[in-house]
């Protein structure tokens, strides 16, 4: 098995959706000691936003062919403004591509990429789920369920650390409540 580890927190160690993409891959690890890892960091190694230039180019080229190769992809993302850091979305803008993995048909677009698994560490100040007010400006797990299964990866699995900028006490809780989420979502991942 190829695991394809990225993460796009600016926080560094600070950062919640790191430490559980972390606890992910260290979980998949433990059930295949096997496996490969291949690590992307965006905030470390940035993409530049895509432009038609760059869309054609080696280090885009590179990034469809990393994602292609995985067999189980594991984001750790942060919640900026509504939605995914930018430097997440580049990196979506490189993996969604015309006849790579998806292609358009007489019925519609269809995802040439459902083969893989993905696993979202993905971490939210506020309280965003579904019985929260708030939910209808939620746009990052949105926006990833909807780009993934756009791409034929219709279940991407989701461990949600939300409300941690409240205080310490709920970042705690929403901090431990995730990790207990991290093994069951790791089994399923290998189950699949």
Known sequence: MTILHIDSSITGENSVSR?????IVKELLAADPGARVVTRDLVAQ??????????????????LEEFKAADTIVIGAGFYNF???SQLKA???????????????ENGPEGLAGDKTVIVALARGGFYGEESPMRSIEHAESYMAAALGF?????PRFVIAEGIAIGPEQRASS??????QVPEAAARALAA
């Open 91 to 105: 990196w979506f803008d490189r993996i969604l591509v015309a006849g790579e993995t998806f292609r358009y048909t």
């Open 46 to 63: 940035p993409l530049d936003h895509l432009t038609l230039a760059g869309f054609g180019s080696d280090e885009s080229r590179a990034v």
């Open 83 to 85: 939605s995914i850091p």
């Open 151 to 155: 791409i034929g990866i219709k279940n």
């Open 19 to 23: 430490e559980l993409s972390a606890a």
């Open 175 to 180: 901090l431990a409540q995730a990790h207990r």
